[in-house]
């Protein structure tokens, strides 16, 4: 029997594959860890709805991935695919997560704000974090706060896409700029539980994170291997948020940091530091974990005997 599973994380910005062997003393061995940025959610901050050349790009890329696990005899009952943020905010993100399961035979389900929370703090878990630790995931489209002691399972639509589109899009109506983009993610952190993180250790999950690790360790080239476990001063999001902000999109490609991530990250950095603000964090340690890790392992938990 085929020891694999596979878990597909699609996002507002990325979608990723996650596939992993299940060894014998349980243990999740990586096989593959694929990422893609067809951006499904492009417009939706706008419209409401899908735009149907990102609907193209998400199906060409989730056919890909469908025809990866095929060819690796992956069983269908150790896989597991979820839509996020875009798909719970779009008016036809359900007939999206229908069609692919029609066209592709992929398990598409729509993840609950709070499941998402949840599976990234379980995807830390994995990596022997406490359940102490307080996990950032800042995405495209929503940032996701989960503590396991506290009981935290935090979820705004605040998201490096979703506020790129709304304050620092090319429309004539974009409201203000940086600043009123800040102002904006510190506005809807203020549900957040203030200064919790006091005396626990804070963890970044996702691109953003990683993206910021590159930054700060002043690397040649984007290397997120070189990112993991970073440690950053939380000044570091807000301060190097402001100095992409006023940068070219031409000049930050030059950066060490993902060139598709480029055009969101400023506003991906600022929805970091209004949640680190909020929590009254110190330091924040940067991980390349992510949800797709905790779907993981949520499927081999599942498993006779997991």
Same mark, same amino acid.
């Given at each position: ?85 875009? $798909? ?6 359900? &007939? ?19 499941? &998402? ?101 002043? $690397? ?74 905790? $779907? ?11």
């Amino acid at each position: 029997m085929s020891t694999l599973l596979a878990a597909i994380d699609l996002g507002t910005n990325t979608i990723l594959l996650h596939i992993a062997r299940l060894a014998p003393d349980g243990r999740l061995e990586v096989v593959e860890d694929i990422c893609r940025t067809p951006r499904l959610g492009a417009g939706l901050a706008h419209s409401g709805a899908l735009d149907h050349a990102a609907r193209g790009r998400a199906m060409e890329v989730l056919g890909a991935y469908a025809r990866r696990i095929e060819q690796l005899g992956v069983p269908a009952t150790r896989v597991r695919a979820v839509g996020t943020a875009c $798909l719970r905010q779009a008016r036809d993100g359900a &007939e999206f997560a229908a069609e692919v399961r029609a066209r592709l035979g992929l398990p598409l389900e729509v993840l609950s704000a709070e499941d &998402e929370a949840r599976l990234s703090a379980l995807a830390v878990r994995g990596a022997g974090v406490d359940e102490r630790c307080l996990v950032v995931d800042v995405g495209g489209g929503s940032t996701e706060v989960a503590c396991e002691e506290l009981g935290l399972r935090w979820s705004r639509p605040i998201g490096a896409v979703l506020l790129s589109e709304t304050y620092l899009g090319a429309a004539p109506h974009a409201p203000g700029g940086y600043p009123a983009l800040e102002q904006h993610a510190r506005g809807e952190c203020s549900s957040l539980p203030q200064g919790v993180a006091r005396g626990r250790e804070v963890v970044a999950v996702g691109g953003t994170g990683v993206n910021l690790a590159s930054l700060h360790l002043g $690397l040649t080239r984007f290397d997120p291997l070189l990112a993991e476990g970073c440690r950053i001063p939380v000044e570091a999001a807000g301060r190097l948020g402001r100095v992409l902000a006023a940068e070219s999109l031409q000049a930050r490609r030059l950066r060490p940091i993902e060139s598709e991530r480029a055009e969101i990250l400023p506003a991906g950095l600022a929805c970091l530091a209004a949640v680190l603000e909020r929590l009254a964090a110190q330091t924040i340690r940067t991980t390349t974990r992510g949800l797709r890790h905790g $779907l993981a392992l949520e499927i081999a938990h599942a498993l006779p005997g997991g």
